[in-house]
């Protein structure tokens, strides 16, 4: 099982990024997706989040209107759009896979990609 993240990387403020999340060994359109971000001397927090199907879309308040998820069941690929960047959305950014199977949370993560935004 693997979840690749990539795009990260330097933009300025108002700047967008798009990352990727490029999963392997696992159903993919089985599992919800998620976006975590982890800042430094912080918790990590949730994003944003995507159902198995792409139905349905979460987040949280402070990015809503800027950031847009999604995902692509024949690539076996979640993405996250990014605009509007601010200094405060600097962290790095990890992709989950998670599903409810018989009574039990299943769910894998990536090794996350770094979003710094700074002039």
């Known amino acids: 099982v693997q979840l690749l993240e990539s795009g990260g990387g330097l933009v300025q403020p108002g700047g967008s990024l798009r990352l990727s999340c490029a999963a392997s060994?696992?159903?993919?359109?089985?599992?919800?997706m998620s976006w975590y971000r982890q800042a430094p001397g912080k918790e990590r927090e949730l994003v944003a989040a995507?159902?198995?199907?792409?139905?349905?879309?979460n987040y949280v308040d402070s990015v809503k209107g800027r950031f847009t998820i999604s995902r692509d069941n024949a690539k076996n690929t979640a993405y996250l759009q990014m605009n509007s960047l601010k200094p405060e959305d600097t962290a790095v950014y990890f992709c989950?896979?998670?599903?409810?199977?018989?009574?039990?949370?299943?769910?894998?993560w990536g090794k996350g990609t770094l979003v710094t935004v700074s002039s």
């Open positions: 995507i159902t198995s199907t792409g139905g349905s879309t």
């Open positions: 989950n896979a998670n599903r409810y199977v018989f009574g039990a949370w299943r769910d894998y």
């Open positions: 060994g696992f159903t993919f359109s089985s599992y919800d």
